[in-house]
Each structure stands twice: as C-alpha cells, then as structure tokens.
C-alpha cells in the first residue's frame, strides 16, 4: 500500500516541477502569421505583401503590431504608424537573424562541446512571427535624431 501512494504522488507532483516549454510568450487567442528568415538583413515587409498573406491590415491600428522571434517579442520600425492607419504606402521594418547554434546547445552537454555556436546543425532558417495586440506598449525602434556627436564619448 504504501508503494501505491508513493507512486501516485511521484506521478501526481512531478508535472509541477518539470520546467516550461518555451511557449510562454503564445497568446492562443491571437493570430500569428510566420515569416521565415534565413539571412541576417534587415527586412521590409508591406501594405500589400500583408494584404496578400491574409493579414487584415485595414482594421489594425500600427501601434498594436508585435513581432516574435527565439520567444522573445522583437522591436519593429513601423512607417506611418503614428496616425493610426496602415496605409497602401506603409511599410514595416525588422532586423533579421538567420538561425544559429542557439537552440542545438540542447543537443551538447555544455556550451563548450557544441561544434559550432554560430550554425545549426538542423536548419538555417529562424521563423518570426507576426501578431497584433491591443496594446500600444509594443517594442518599437527609437528614431535617433541628435547631431551633436561631439559630446559622444569615444568607445575604446
């Protein structure tokens, strides 16, 4: 009896502790349309490349696109943003990487027995993921505008 009840609450306390998936940053009621990337660049993506994937760009306000990659939300550059409305003539911007080794150190015991950090042994293409929200909170790119580069510190 008492390898019963020993059994039952190893099977029952062990999904507790067992560590997160990586899924975290999924909202299952949200649409994500994926765009693979497999060199780094920075990447532009329009009013009617949207259109055409199914993105219902004329009934979503700018401020609310977000943009996934690696699980972790990624800052977009979004022309036209500020009065609310996609235009046919907006456009959004992202700096994107090709997949590297980050994922294959699940593969090694260590960092440091991995072949090659900077190339996956799997796949060379990341896939990003497109979303919306209700938020205007989303990561953006800060447009920089000063001039006054004498008061910049030299980096060494």
């Not at 994937?53 to 977009?76: C, M, R």
């Not at 006054?148 to 060494?156: H, Q, S």
Request: aromatic share 16%; charged share 20%; net charge negative.
């Amino acid at each position: 009896m008492k390898k019963l009840v020993f059994v039952f609450t190893l099977l029952f306390t062990l999904p507790t502790l067992s560590q997160p998936f990586g899924n975290e940053w999924i909202d299952y009621s949200q649409n994500y349309y994926k765009i693979p990337i497999a060199e780094n660049g920075v990447y532009r993506i329009s009013f009617q490349t949207l259109l055409a994937a199914g993105v219902p760009v004329t009934s979503v306000d700018p401020n609310n696109y977000q943009l996934f990659a690696k699980g972790e939300e990624i800052p977009l550059c979004i022309d036209g943003e500020s009065d609310g409305v996609f235009d046919v003539i907006d456009y959004l911007e992202f700096y994107g990487e090709k997949n590297d080794g980050w994922l294959d150190t699940a593969l090694y015991e260590g960092r440091t027995n991995q072949p090659n950090p900077y190339y996956s042994l799997i796949n060379d293409t990341l896939n990003y993921f497109l979303t919306w929200n209700s938020s205007a909170n989303n990561l953006r790119y800060q447009e920089e505008n000063a001039i006054d580069f004498g008061n910049y510190l030299k980096a060494p």
